[in-house]
C-alpha cells in the first residue's frame, strides 16, 4: 500500500487547486446525477448517493445545487445523460494508470484522454490493459477523530474487513468488493457516516521512479484530473521518501 499514499500525499495539495480551479463541483454533480439513476433518489437508502452528497457537502455545495443534481439523475428535470467509462493506459517510467470517468459523450472523452496521454509521454492502450497491476477492493473511511487506531482495527476486525490503515487525518478499512456493503453497514452503523466509501482500484505492484520521472507522472496524473469528465485517476508507481519529500515541497 506504500506506493498508494505515496500518491495520495503527493496528489493532495494538487487537489485543492483542482477545487479552486471550479473543477470540484462539476465532478461532484455528476457523481450525484450518476448515483440517483443508478439507485434510488433518497441518500438514506442509497449509499453511493449518500457518500456523493456528503462529500459536496463538505465541499460547502449549496444545498439547491445537490438537491437538482439529484432531481435530474432521478429523471424528474431534464439534463444530460453521463455513463460510466474507465480508460487504461501507460505513463513516463512504465507506470500504469486507470482513468475513471463520467462522460455524456464517449468519443469525446476518449479523444481528450488520449491525446493528455500522448502529450504527457504516456500511450493509452485497450480496456484490461493494465487492469492486473491493480487489485479492486472496497475502501470505507473515516476522519481520525471518530476513534483511536486500536478501536478503529478492532471494529473493522469485527466487520469483516481485510485491512484497517490508520494515518494523522483518518482510517481506511478495505474489504473484498463482494464484502464492501456489509463492511460499510457494520461500521457506519458504529461511527456515523464515512468520510468516503467506494469500489477503489489499489496497485498490486509499484513502479519505482526517480525525481524526474515522478514529477513527469504527476503532470499527466494532474492533466488528466484536470478534465471535466475525469473523476478519478490510479498510478502504481513509488517514490523513496527523499523524492516524495522533494515532490510533497514543490
Not at 506506493?3 to 480551479?21: C, E, L, P, V, Y
Not at 455528476?30 to 433518489?41: F, Q, S
Not at 491525446?115 to 497491476?133: C, Q
Amino acid at each position: 500500500m506504500a506506493g498508494h499514499s505515496q500518491f495520495k500525499n503527493i496528489m493532495h495539495r494538487k487537489g485543492k487547486q483542482d477545487a479552486k480551479r471550479g473543477k470540484l463541483f462539476t465532478k461532484m454533480i455528476r457523481e450525484i446525477t450518476v448515483a440517483a439513476k443508478t439507485g434510488l433518489p433518497d441518500p438514506a437508502a442509497n449509499p453511493r448517493l449518500r457518500a456523493a452528497v456528503t462529500a459536496a457537502r463538505e465541499a460547502n455545495m449549496p444545498k439547491d445545487t445537490v438537491e437538482r443534481a439529484i432531481r435530474r439523475g432521478a429523471g424528474q428535470e431534464d439534463g444530460v445523460v453521463y455513463e460510466e467509462v474507465r480508460y487504461e493506459g501507460y505513463g513516463p517510467g512504465g507506470v500504469a494508470l486507470i482513468v475513471e470517468t463520467l462522460t455524456d459523450n464517449r468519443n469525446r472523452t476518449a479523444a481528450d484522454v488520449r491525446s493528455i496521454f500522448t502529450k504527457h509521454g504516456g500511450a493509452l492502450g485497450e480496456t484490461n490493459s493494465v487492469a492486473f497491476n491493480f487489485a479492486r477492493l472496497g475502501l470505507i473511511a473515516f476522519k481520525a477523530d471518530k476513534a483511536s487506531a486500536d478501536a478503529m482495527l478492532e471494529a473493522a476486525i469485527e466487520a469483516g474487513a481485510d485491512n484497517c490503515e490508520s494515518g494523522p487525518e483518518r482510517h481506511e478499512i478495505t474489504c473484498a468488493p463482494d464484502d464492501f456493503g456489509p463492511v460499510r453497514a457494520a461500521l457506519e452503523a458504529k461511527f456515523g457516516e464515512p468520510a468516503q466509501a467506494a469500489l477503489v482500484f489499489r496497485p498490486s505492484v509499484g513502479v519505482p521512479l526517480d525525481e524526474t520521472k515522478a514529477r513527469e507522472v504527476l503532470d499527466l496524473v494532474e492533466a488528466l484530473e484536470d478534465n471535466d469528465d475525469v473523476q478519478t485517476v490510479t498510478a502504481n508507481f513509488e517514490v523513496s521518501d527523499a523524492v516524495l519529500a522533494k515532490l510533497s515541497a514543490a
